[in-house]
C-alpha cells in the first residue's frame, strides 16, 4: 500500500521537533510549490470555496499545533520537503 503525504501532519510533525529540540517555534517554514499549491486546496476545501480561480489568495501563514507559523515557497525544495528557518 502506498503511503500518502499528509502535508498538514507532516507541517505540524515538523514544527513540534523543531520546538522540543530548540524551545520556540520556528518563524518560517520553507515548502515546495506543490505543497504550497496543496495547502491551497485545502484551505480552499475547508471553508467551503471550492473555487481556486476566483477565490485564491496567497497563504501566508499556517497554524500550527505551537501557534501560526509564517509560509514561503522554496522552488528547490522536493514535493514531500519542509524545511524550518
Do not use: H, W
Not at 13 to 36: D, M
Not at 38 to 67: F, P
Not at 69 to 83: F, G, K, S, T
Amino acid at each position: 500500500m502506498n503511503q500518502v503525504f499528509d502535508i498538514i501532519e507532516a507541517i505540524n510533525e515538523k514544527t513540534l521537533e523543531y520546538f522540543y529540540t530548540r524551545s520556540q517555534k520556528p518563524a518560517t517554514r520553507a515548502v515546495s510549490p506543490y505543497s504550497y499549491r496543496r495547502l491551497i486546496e485545502i484551505k480552499s476545501l475547508e471553508e467551503a470555496t471550492e473555487n481556486l480561480i476566483l477565490d485564491c489568495a496567497a497563504m501566508r501563514e499556517v497554524v500550527t499545533r505551537v501557534g501560526k507559523v509564517n509560509i514561503v515557497i522554496d522552488e528547490m525544495l522536493p514535493d514531500d520537503a519542509i524545511q524550518m528557518e
